[in-house]
């Protein structure tokens, strides 16, 4: 049973209080609205639409998009009510730790760490090669062997530790960084949107939604769990189209998530933080349809590039220093998602650490910059090395399958708290309990099953060492525990 034991909402705040994990407290509704659409928005913005569009939705992927916002803010809501609640550090690990006991929250935190650490690695590997691209419209050429795909990926190691130090630094220093270099990307993207208007032909967009057909299979370990399970063939064009394409961009949306590992550093996190989180979707939805409007509208959908569809559109259209914009664009972009899945990660770690169940030790805070010093250390170092060394397009999926099993946990999560804790003060309730936030699990496990076979071994394999870690460690050392046992020795 004392794997069930849970967490104190009060015990969670106090803890927050101690001198030496107390964090600096700067951020604002703006700060997190920033944040929030700094790690939403990358490259998926520039590349997965074409993709999308040209495989399965034509035209209509613009729906695509509008149902994965709304099947987004199922979870979202469960997250900004969930937030406002308990604003400390650790995001959905505390949250279960509160709501569902220690082990659930082990494996929340541990799956939080894979999306984070391998988010931050893929996308400064995604930052190398469109930096590449970027200086290639320069003139100027990298050595092979140092560069994106080459035996050490050195931009990406570099813009890991020129991030790392910026994060030990401070969150409002990274803050500030962070508002310039997402000011940037929302300009060059709203510019391509405003330029790509005037090259939009109505006739484009005729069909709109194509004729439904059947997508070209996967097979062996590639191919989708529920195919593998079931043998459900996956559907391109039609109505299901639409929806296959839903759930094809539904991962360009995750990373707000990210925005409740900062509620120990906001000023007013019970109105704050579920601004943030619902905020910076809602500006994240109409980015994302705009773009998906413009570039379905200036090429036919069945003659759009796959790769880089933005970018090879305007050059369709003879416009090709375009090229060069949207690939600076991409870089300010990728920079702030690899900042904030950074600092994500860190945050996560401090929680789990000021809980004991990582050594505590590790929590250690900065007496001048007031950060968690060691562990955004810990985390700069490993995330260097993950995308310096491993082989381009190995672990995506693996970052997918780490957000949508929190997703799932948090939304059963908040039904759970409601019944446990129906007198909590909540600043932002999800309407239609229990309904809501059942439909969000349901839709976030879906999505699970439609990622690769592979993809979940990879992730058992994960858990197994999750587990080794908990049993070995964590559960006997766990803050919790002990305070428990101490209670126990004094009756």
Same mark, same amino acid.
């Given at each position: 049973?004392?794997?069930?034991?849970?967490?104190?909402?009060?015990?969670?705040?106090?803890?927050?209080?101690?001198?030496?994990?107390?964090?600096?407290?700067?951020?604002?509704?703006?700060?997190?609205?920033?944040?929030?659409?700094?790690?939403?928005?990358? !490259?998926?913005?520039?590349?997965?639409?074409?993709?999308?569009?040209?495989?399965?939705?034509?035209?209509?992927?613009?729906?695509?998009?509008?149902?994965?916002?709304?099947?987004?803010?199922?979870?979202?809501?469960?997250?900004?009510?969930?937030?406002?609640? /308990?604003?400390?550090?650790?995001?959905?690990?505390?949250?279960?730790?509160?709501?569902?006991?220690?082990? &659930?929250?082990?494996?929340?935190?541990?799956?939080?760490?894979?999306?984070?650490?391998?988010?931050?690695?893929?996308?400064?590997?995604?930052?190398?090669?469109?930096?590449?691209?970027?200086?290639?419209?320069?003139?100027?050429?990298?050595?092979?062997?140092?560069?994106?795909?080459?035996?050490?990926?050195?931009?990406?190691?570099?813009?890991?530790?020129?991030?790392?130090?910026?994060?030990?630094?401070? /969150?409002?220093?990274?803050?500030?960084? =962070?508002?310039?270099?997402?000011?940037?990307?929302?300009?060059?993207?709203?510019?391509?949107?405003?330029?790509?208007?005037?090259? *939009?032909?109505?006739?484009?967009?005729?069909?709109? *939604?194509?004729?439904?057909? &059947?997508?070209?299979?996967?097979?062996?370990?590639?191919?989708?769990?529920?195919?593998?399970? +079931?043998?459900?063939?996956?559907?391109?064009?039609?109505?299901?189209?639409?929806?296959?394409?839903?759930?094809?961009?539904?991962?360009?949306? /995750?990373?707000?998530?990210?925005?409740?590992?900062?509620?120990?550093?906001?000023? =007013?996190?019970?109105?704050?933080?579920?601004?943030?989180? +619902?905020?910076?979707?809602?500006?994240?939805?109409?980015?994302?349809?705009?773009?998906?409007?413009?570039?379905?509208?200036?090429?036919?959908?069945?003659?759009?590039?796959?790769? !880089? !569809?933005?970018?090879?559109?305007?050059?369709?259209?003879?416009?090709?220093?375009?090229?060069?914009?949207?690939?600076?664009?991409?870089? !300010?972009?990728?920079?702030?998602?690899? $900042?904030?899945?950074?600092?994500?990660?860190?945050?996560?770690?401090?929680?789990?650490?000021?809980?004991? +169940?990582?050594?505590?030790?590790?929590?250690?805070?900065?007496?001048?910059?007031?950060?968690?010093?060691?562990?955004?250390?810990?985390?700069?170092?490993?995330?260097?090395?993950?995308?310096?060394?491993?082989?381009?397009?190995?672990?995506?999926?693996?970052? =997918? *399958?780490?957000?949508?099993?929190?997703?799932?946990?948090?939304?059963?999560?908040?039904?759970?708290?409601?019944?446990?804790?129906?007198?909590?003060?909540?600043?932002?309730?999800?309407?239609?309990?229990?309904?809501?936030?059942?439909?969000?699990?349901?839709?976030?496990?879906?999505?699970? $099953? =439609?990622?690769?076979?592979?993809?979940?071994?990879?992730?058992?394999?994960?858990?197994?060492?999750?587990?080794? /870690?908990?049993?070995?460690?964590?559960?006997?050392?766990?803050?919790?525990? +002990?305070?428990?046992?101490?209670?126990?020795?004094?009756?």
């Amino acid at each position: 049973m004392s794997m069930l034991r849970t967490k104190s909402i009060e015990q969670s705040l106090a803890d927050a209080d101690e001198p030496e994990y107390q964090l600096k407290k700067t951020l604002s509704a703006f700060d997190l609205v920033v944040f929030g659409v700094g790690v939403v928005i990358g !490259a998926g913005i520039f590349t997965l639409t074409g993709r999308a569009a040209h495989d399965v939705a034509g035209p209509s992927i613009v729906l695509s998009f509008v149902i994965a916002a709304v099947c987004c803010a199922l979870a979202a809501m469960c997250y900004a009510e969930f937030a406002s609640s /308990i604003p400390i550090s650790g995001s959905a690990y505390t949250f279960s730790y509160a709501s569902m006991g220690e082990l &659930v929250a082990w494996i929340v935190g541990w799956d939080l760490l894979l999306e984070m650490f391998l988010g931050a690695s893929v996308v400064a590997q995604g930052w190398s090669s469109y930096l590449g691209t970027f200086l290639g419209q320069l003139g100027i050429t990298l050595p092979a062997a140092i560069s994106h795909g080459g035996t050490v990926d050195l931009p990406a190691v570099l813009l890991v530790l020129v991030l790392g130090v910026l994060v030990v630094l401070g /969150i409002k220093e990274s803050m500030r960084v =962070n508002i310039a270099l997402v000011g940037l990307k929302l300009f060059i993207v709203l510019f391509v949107i405003v330029a790509g208007i005037g090259f *939009i032909s109505s006739a484009n967009y005729d069909p709109f *939604i194509p004729p439904a057909s &059947v997508a070209e299979a996967k097979n062996g370990l590639t191919q989708p769990l529920l195919q593998a399970v +079931l043998g459900i063939e996956p559907s391109a064009f039609g109505v299901g189209g639409i929806f296959a394409g839903a759930a094809l961009v539904f991962f360009a949306y /995750i990373g707000f998530d990210v925005v409740a590992t900062t509620a120990e550093e906001t000023r =007013n996190p019970r109105r704050d933080l579920p601004i943030g989180i +619902l905020g910076s979707l809602a500006i994240c939805t109409v980015l994302y349809c705009a773009v998906a409007l413009v570039v379905t509208g200036m090429v036919s959908y069945d003659e759009l590039p796959k790769d !880089a !569809a933005l970018a090879r559109a305007f050059e369709i259209h003879g416009q090709g220093w375009m090229a060069t914009i949207i690939a600076a664009g991409a870089v !300010a972009g990728l920079t702030t998602v690899v $900042l904030t899945l950074m600092i994500g990660a860190s945050r996560v770690m401090f929680a789990m650490s000021r809980d004991h +169940l990582l050594p505590p030790v590790l929590a250690k805070v900065h007496p001048t910059f007031r950060t968690p010093w060691v562990i955004t250390v810990i985390v700069t170092v490993v995330t260097a090395l993950i995308a310096g060394l491993t082989p381009v397009g190995v672990l995506e999926e693996m970052v =997918n *399958i780490g957000t949508l099993s929190a997703f799932v946990l948090v939304s059963v999560g908040v039904i759970v708290l409601r019944r446990t804790r129906p007198e909590l003060p909540r600043a932002f309730r999800v309407p239609w309990v229990p309904v809501l936030p059942a439909a969000a699990a349901v839709v976030c496990f879906y999505l699970m $099953l =439609n990622l690769p076979v592979e993809t979940w071994l990879r992730f058992l394999v994960w858990l197994a060492i999750g587990f080794a /870690i908990y049993f070995g460690y964590s559960r006997s050392h766990s803050r919790v525990g +002990l305070a428990a046992q101490g209670q126990e020795r004094k009756r």
